[in-house]
Structure formats: structure tokens, C-alpha cells
């Protein structure tokens, strides 16, 4: 076996390798500033409902719902630039891409994340994040529910999932065990809401900041998955 074939690094996009709170935080303002505080709190409304049935955030589909509340009024068809258009780059958390410089020198670099099939995508691509892993980018709508498509395009015989939330990680360590170390950055507002951890268990590692993982040993990364949590 190769490197890439003994060891893959999974990493989620949002909150854990980009920080989209401060994405979400420049939308609001810009809806507030086009359209006024009434009708940026109607398209929120609109997005948890979307989000709610879908189990993902749907930026686009939001907007496109909210397109029918005010059809008539040209600012909107600018609404998809500012999304689409948005400097995702400088939203990279500190040392993103020197963590997977790091971690391609010892393993092969994913992107695991879930989402839409337009926006998300863009999102990754204009981060930077998807030439940084070379175009291994896997964008799914639940994908925790996909180990097994996971585990047929990219083999390996150890995993290791980096994610903001721990219900993602409870969810892929009870399908592959010891298999998998799960490393769980405490970042952004998911990560830091007690009512989003408490009911699930400890990730492998925590760390504070993913830029933590540039002065991890890479065995600890494996030994962890069998020997309990660390910090």
C-alpha cells in the first residue's frame, strides 16, 4: 500500500476548515442593507424552513423561495452574484491550507461535506480549498449516510474525519469503529452550543483551532481511534 492508500484524511468545509458564521454574518448584513431588517428576517425564516427539510443548507434555494415574496424588485437578481461572487478565500480559517499540506504528506486529503450541488461547490472552489486537495471534493446531502460510497472511491485502511459537529462523528465512528479517529475542532457557533454536544459522544481529539493539526504527530491521529479521547 501507498501512503494515500494507508491513510485518508476526510475534512468538512464549513466551520471547520472555512469560517461561515462570518459568511452567513456579511449575508444577513447585505440582505438588511438591500432589502431592509422585515425582509432579510423573511428570508431567514424562509432558509431554516428549506434547511429543515432538507438537512442541508440551501443559500440558492432559499433565495430562489424568496424571490417569490418580491418578484418585482430588480435588486434581487443581484442576491445570486453576492453568493456566488463572495471572497471565500478570505475566509479561511488561520493555517487551512498549511494543515493540508501537512496531512497530504502523510495520507491522501478529502473534502467530505454536505450541501447543494450549485453553491457549495462554488463555495469550494473560490476558497482555494478545492485545488488544495486537488480536486478530491465529495459534497453530499447527508453524508454520513454515505460511508460506504465513501469507502469505495477513495479505500484506505484507516480514516481519519475532521468536522465541526459531533453528531457527524458519533454517526461515521458507529459505522466504521476503530477505523476511524474523529478530530473535533471547537469552532464556530455548532461547536461552542452545548445543546449541540452534550448529547453526543467525545471525539477521539479535540483540538481548539484547526490550525492545531499542523503540530500534531500523525500517529497520535491513528493511535487515538482505540485509545479514548484526547485533547
Known amino acids: ?5 494507508e491513510l485518508v484524511f ?3 468545509v464549513d466551520n471547520t476548515l472555512l469560517d461561515n458564521d462570518r459568511v452567513t454574518a456579511d449575508l444577513r448584513q447585505h440582505l438588511i442593507e438591500e ?7 423573511r428570508y431567514w425564516v424562509l432558509f431554516e424552513a428549506l434547511r429543515a427539510e432538507l438537512g442541508y443548507a440551501d443559500y440558492l434555494g432559499a433565495l430562489q423561495r424568496y424571490r417569490e415574496d418580491v418578484m418585482n424588485d430588480p435588486r434581487l437578481l443581484q442576491m445570486s ?25 502523510h495520507g491522501r486529503t478529502v473534502i467530505l461535506s454536505d450541501g447543494d450541488v450549485v453553491f457549495q461547490p462554488r463555495k469550494i472552489q473560490r476558497s482555494g480549498l ?15 449516510k454515505t460511508m460506504d460510497k465513501i469507502i469505495a472511491r477513495y479505500p484506505a485502511k484507516h480514516y481519519v474525519m475532521v468536522d465541526d459537529k459531533l453528531r457527524i462523528l458519533a454517526a461515521m465512528k458507529s459505522v466504521l469503529g476503530d477505523r ?10 455548532y461547536a461552542l452550543n452545548p445543546d ?35 485533547s
Open 130 to 144: 478545492w485545488n488544495a486537495v486537488d480536486g478530491r471534493v465529495l459534497v453530499y446531502i447527508h453524508k454520513e
Open 35 to 41: 432589502f431592509g431588517e422585515q425582509c432579510a428576517k
Open 10 to 12: 476526510l475534512l468538512d
Open 180 to 189: 476511524l479517529t474523529t478530530v473535533f475542532p471547537r469552532q464556530g457557533h
Open 81 to 105: 452574484s453576492f453568493l456566488l461572487e463572495y471572497p471565500f478565500a478570505d475566509r479561511l480559517y488561520p493555517s487551512v491550507l498549511e494543515v493540508l499540506a501537512y496531512l497530504e504528506q
Open 196 to 230: 449541540n454536544t452534550q448529547s453526543y459522544p467525545a471525539a477521539d481529539i479535540t483540538i481548539e483551532h484547526i490550525g492545531d493539526l499542523v503540530n500534531t504527530d500523525i500517529s497520535l491521529l491513528t493511535r487515538s481511534a482505540s485509545a479514548g479521547a484526547h
Open 1 to 5: 500500500m501507498s501512503a494515500s492508500d
